[in-house]
């Protein structure tokens, strides 16, 4: 059996076959098209492991996804591929609209293509269809599972319950009207044309290997730098926090036991304003790598301009997670922000690597 994961070069697509690849034989096709937040790097440990199979390429290129599933026949298709950063969707939505919508919708088409090939019935079926290898899949066990965010959902009020699968969408930026967008292409492939599909909406996610101009690593990175913390606004805005790793658990999760046709959002109850994760971090640098002069990180806070239409709070309420499916995240957030700090020291030729090139550029034009 095979899996097609779009979007694995990047930070949660690659730390996804990371970890399915550290404890399962299954092979990976990984389509991404590498833009400025693809790494390869990232995945440079399985050189040589006939397990990863890398291909360039657009999740919206119908002729080379249906070329792939013809050849690998996946039981799944896994689509992290996105345009994933708020900022960069209200400096230019035009990517976020042809990657996460036209592109997702394109992906659906040719999955629909393929899944109508499959033979019927379960894997004890398979020999009713001589002309598949062994290993192909049937029209049962194929899934098409869509990873999406709980930014679909909008902004909290103080006093909200948190985000619910059944909470209404209300998406306020770019990005997340993008990927509401695809989450509605997904449930209508379902609903229309039976597609056997599933979608998760996580909460933000930190940890190896996340591209440094999201809050996390951006201000790890430029602590290390001696360069100013940009915080939005007042810095209260409340975000709810996973470790990568429990995100990719949720996900195998989802794939293994999930109901078709349902959503399932993923968090581990850990809403933070965002100046408790700077301030945060900063302690865990004072901690773990002092400043030469003795000074603490928190004086390299700087408040700056804030997003436009910046969403104020999300929280996520795993309980469908936790209960159909028991799913438990493995780290607390401080466990989890410790592992991630201790991370980025311990790796700086990765940060300077990926801060070369087309993101300097991007950097430099918008905040020039
Ligand atoms: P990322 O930006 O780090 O990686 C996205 C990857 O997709 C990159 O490797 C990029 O090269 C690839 N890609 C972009 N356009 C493509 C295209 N047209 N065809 C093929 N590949 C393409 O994003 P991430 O943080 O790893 O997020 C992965 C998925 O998880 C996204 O769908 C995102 O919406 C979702 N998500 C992210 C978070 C988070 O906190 N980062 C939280 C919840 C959900
Ligand atoms: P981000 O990591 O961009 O994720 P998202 O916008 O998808 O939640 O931002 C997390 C929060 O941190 C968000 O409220 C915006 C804020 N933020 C800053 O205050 N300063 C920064 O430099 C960045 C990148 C984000």
Redo the contacts with the bound molecule.
């Keep these: 059996m095979t899996l097609l994961v779009t979007g694995a070069a990047g930070f949660i697509g690659a730390n996804f076959v990371l970890d399915w690849l550290a404890s399962s034989q299954e092979p990976i096709i990984n389509l991404d098209k590498l833009t400025y937040a693809g790494n390869l790097e990232t995945l440079s440990s399985l050189q040589g492991d006939a397990r990863h199979v890398f291909v360039q390429g657009d999740i919206g290129d119908t002729e080379l996804v249906n070329r792939l599933l013809a050849e690998h026949q996946p039981r799944a298709v896994l689509n992290f591929a996105a345009e994933s950063?708020?900022?960069r969707s209200i400096y230019g939505p035009g990517d976020f609209i042809e990657t996460n919508i036209v592109g997702t919708f394109r992906l659906l088409e040719a999955v629909r293509g393929y899944w109508g090939t499959l033979p019927v019935g379960a894997v004890s079926d398979r020999e009713q269809a001589p002309s598949r290898s062994e290993t192909a899949p049937t029209r049962n066990d194929f899934r098409f599972l869509h990873v999406s965010t709980d930014?679909v959902y909008g902004s909290l009020a103080k006093d909200d319950p948190a985000f619910s699968e059944t909470h209404r969408y209300e998406p306020n930026s770019p990005y997340s009207a993008s990927k509401a967008a695809s989450d509605h292409l997904v449930r209508a492939w379902h609903h229309t044309y039976g597609l056997p599909v599933l979608t998760t909406n996580c909460s933000?996610n930190y940890g190896p290997y996340h591209f440094p101009?999201?809050?996390?690593p951006?201000m790890i990175v430029n602590a290390l730098a001696g360069k100013p913390l940009?915080?939005?606004g007042d810095?209260m805005?409340i975000?709810d926090w996973l470790y990568v790793k429990d995100h990719c658990s949720a996900i195998r999760r989802v794939l293994e036991a999930g109901r078709l046709g349902e959503t399932y959002n993923v968090g581990g109850w850990n809403e933070k304003p965002?100046i408790e994760i700077v301030k945060t971090v900063c302690a865990l640098l004072d901690e773990l790598r002092p400043r030469a002069d003795g000074q603490p990180y928190a004086q390299q806070i700087s408040y700056v301009t804030d997003?436009p239409g910046?969403d104020r709070r999300?929280a996520i309420d795993a309980h469908k997670l936790e209960a159909e499916l028991s799913w438990k995240p493995a780290e607390t957030f401080e466990t989890g922000i410790r592992k991630t700090v201790q991370w980025y020291l311990a790796n700086p030729q990765w940060v300077s690597n990926v801060q070369s090139g087309a993101y300097r550029d991007w950097v430099n034009k918008q905040y020039a």
């Design positions: 950063h708020v900022d930014e933000n101009e999201k809050l996390i951006l940009p915080v939005y810095g805005q975000r965002n997003r910046h999300y």
